[in-house]
């Protein structure tokens, strides 16, 4: 293997991993510093959003702004981080102050299955054997992650799917919208001004000017993670090694993401883990393996007359 590649290995895995801090971090603002989940997610839209656009600036000089020039993608970057970045972000921090970064980092994972189901309902997209056999997991999976404190009513936390399963949409829908968006003006000032559009909106709509957090050094630390290291180093890593690997390889390596939230909340936060609840993680996290490996394959070339034999 290059050296060249490896370098790639090591930064998606080092991107994966920072996302999996980034998710700790959450957890511990909100679970043991009580901090405003509100003002967090406000806050980390804002500043992230702000830093990725001023760093595409000092890359790409004022062509970062083109977007701003059609109404149309205007609209379309609105709508990317509004019901994208947003939706994602403010469910995502939800469902990890709820039951844990390592079951809510997984449950995001949903959302390549999610894709798939919109994809056969939307344009009746026929999904591959296994992309069928990785919804079929991911179902399965879910019902055992769910299942992690035991199968009865009462440990049931419908509150925990919810708010799970709408982070998934949330990564759906800027997997999704925003494609003819990063293919024209490029990932960085899409993504940076996606961030900061959604942070400002989330400040009028929320309007929670204090974080109510016990301020003390790791506080500081936690949102440095949060700002900082879960949007900037890893966002820039994972990217940069996706460059050298490519998307597939890069995706599969990704799947590292949950694995360390889980294991950094057991450690760390006293997170505990089921059997059951550990199966349906590595199922959840087979199924974009299997994903990824069905995008690796060619595509069939469509006929003229779908109607000739």
């Known amino acids: 293997m290059k050296r060249y590649e490896v370098i790639g290995i090591v930064l ?3 991107g ?4 999996g801090v980034s998710g700790i971090s959450v957890q511990f603002l909100g679970n043991f510093r009580n901090m405003n989940l509100e003002w967090l997610v406000t806050m980390r839209l804002i500043m992230a959003g702000l830093l990725i656009v001023l760093y595409a600036w000092f890359r790409q000089g004022n062509y970062v702004f083109h977007v701003f020039r059609s109404a149309r993608d205007t609209l379309g970057l609105i709508i990317f ?3 994208g970045m947003a939706l994602c972000q403010y469910t995502y921090f939800r469902a990890i102050v709820l039951a844990g970064a390592g079951i809510a980092t997984v449950l995001q994972y949903l959302a390549p299955s999610m894709i798939i189901i919109y994809m056969l309902m939307r344009y009746g997209k026929r999904p591959s054997r296994g992309e069928i056999i990785s919804v079929i997991l991911a179902l399965v999976g879910t019902i055992c992650l769910m299942g992690n404190d035991g199968f009865s009513f009462e440990s049931f936390r419908g509150d925990v799917l919810f708010w799970g399963l709408l982070s998934a949409v949330g990564v759906a829908v800027y997997s999704v919208s925003p494609v003819r968006l990063l293919a024209t003006y490029g990932t960085i ?5 996606g961030m900061l559009i959604s942070g400002l909106v989330a400040a009028v709509l929320f309007h929670q ?5 016990v301020w003390d050094v790791w506080t500081i630390v936690g949102c440095f993670n949060v700002v900082f290291l879960g949007t900037i180093v890893s966002f820039n890593a994972y990217l940069e090694g996706v460059k050298r690997i490519g998307a597939v390889s890069g995706t599969i390596l990704s799947s590292v993401e949950p694995i360390s939230a889980a294991f950094l909340s057991w450690a760390l936060l006293g997170n505990q883990f089921s059997l059951l609840g550990i199966l349906g993680m590595v199922l959840i996290i087979v199924t974009v393996i299997i994903i990824a490996l069905e995008r690796r394959k060619p595509q069939p070339k469509r006929t003229e007359n779908a109607n000739t034999v």
């Open 12 to 14: 998606t895995l080092l």
């Open 16 to 19: 994966a991993i920072v996302w």
């Open 209 to 213: 000017p204090h974080s109510y957090a």
């Open 189 to 193: 000032p899409i993504v940076g001004f």
């Open 81 to 83: 981080g509004v019901f």
